[in-house]
């Protein structure tokens, strides 16, 4: 099968043992490996795919934890850098009573915003078929600049490019500097992976139409998906867009959602990209991805709870749409 190669973060997340109070409240923590990206290139494994981590972590025991956890994944470490005098990225992360996510993030820097230009592993880029990334490491340099340098690398090896713009804005300046960088690389995907939030705060629509949707298309782009938590998603390419719905779950938490979504549909395309262009296809790939992150809401934490493909398959066969 293609290779996924995935760029970006991977941190820790301290999440409070008891559910529904607030960080100060929060009587005791315990880790959970996360960073959006590398919980895709996990999604990716787990369901059988091939699948590589870029990033950089700290010389600690953090950093050669979430290495090791890769590696039990499955998932291609060898373009991962340590760095000794930045520690790995850490986040407090919780679910309040009013079902608002809290974060609190240490990065003063971390080693993710340290990788340089220098350091990727260009080889490990060049025979990636899809290549996937967010906006976390457009934020400070080097990173932005290695998060550039990896994009060409992968568009002049005709990579697919997946954007998944997983929006955290507690961690840019401002707003405005956070839709500017987002929308700068905007042009270069060729698949972009939208929640609602996201859209809203994009686009200034909380109405999510199609009218709108369209206006995020750009000419190069094969697939627009917005994610709607229990609603499922909603797809758009230059011929054909609609929306496909997921299935009927009890969440308990719903971290890694989206990014057990993301790795299943770059998955089912890697070998395959004729999908984008086959509606009925398509569906039956996006039905499998909503399912996968319908799936991964029912445990706790996101790493544990991404699914292996016979649990998917006994879904879908047994569920209904809704
Ligand atoms: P994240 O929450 O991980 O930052 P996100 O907001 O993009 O990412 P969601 O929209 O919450 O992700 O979830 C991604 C997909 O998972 C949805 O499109 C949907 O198909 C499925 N999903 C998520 N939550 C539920 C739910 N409560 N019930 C059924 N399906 C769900």
């Not at 972590?57 to 950093?63: A, C, I, K, V």
């Not at 070998?271 to 399912?291: A, P």
């Amino acid at each position: 099968g293609g290779l996924v190669v995935s760029f970006g973060e991977m941190l820790i997340d301290f999440v409070p043992t008891v559910s529904g109070v607030s960080l100060a409240e929060a009587p005791g923590f315990l880790k959970a490996a996360g960073g959006a990206p590398a919980n895709v290139a996990i999604a990716v494994a787990r369901l059988g795919g091939k699948a590589a981590f870029l990033g950089k972590l700290g010389e600690d025991e953090f950093g050669r934890m979430l290495a090791a956890i890769l590696r039990e994944n499955g998932v291609d470490d060898g373009g991962i850098r340590f760095d000794d005098g930045a520690r790995t990225a850490l986040a407090f992360v919780t679910l309040r009573d009013d079902g608002e996510r809290e974060f609190m993030f240490y990065r003063n820097p971390s080693a993710d915003m340290l990788l340089r230009p220098d350091e990727l592993d260009v080889d490990l880029i060049k025979k990636a078929k899809i290549f996937h990334y967010g906006s976390i490491s457009l934020i400070s340099e080097p990173c932005r600049s290695a998060h550039m340098r990896a994009m060409d690398v992968a568009k002049a090896a005709n990579a697919l490019l997946s954007y998944d713009i997983n929006l955290r804005l507690p961690l840019w300046s401002s707003p405005e500097e956070a839709k500017t960088w987002i929308m700068s690389i905007w042009d270069r995907a060729d698949i972009i992976k939208v929640s609602d939030v996201e859209f809203e705060f994009l686009t200034g629509d909380s109405t999510m139409s199609d009218e709108t949707a369209m206006s995020l298309y750009h000419p190069n782009l094969k697939l627009l998906l917005l994610t709607l938590g229990d609603q499922g998603c909603k797809y758009y390419t230059k011929n054909f867009h609609g929306a496909v719905g997921s299935i009927s779950v009890k969440p308990v938490d719903t971290t890694g959602a989206g990014d057990a979504f993301v790795g299943a549909l770059l998955c089912k395309i890697v070998d395959d990209q004729s999908v984008l262009q086959d509606e009925k296809r398509l569906r039956e790939i996006l039905r499998f991805s909503n399912i996968c992150g319908a799936i991964t809401t029912t445990k706790k934490g996101a790493i544990p709870s991404l699914p292996k493909e016979p649990e998917v398959l006994a879904l879908l066969k047994g569920a209904k749409e809704c």
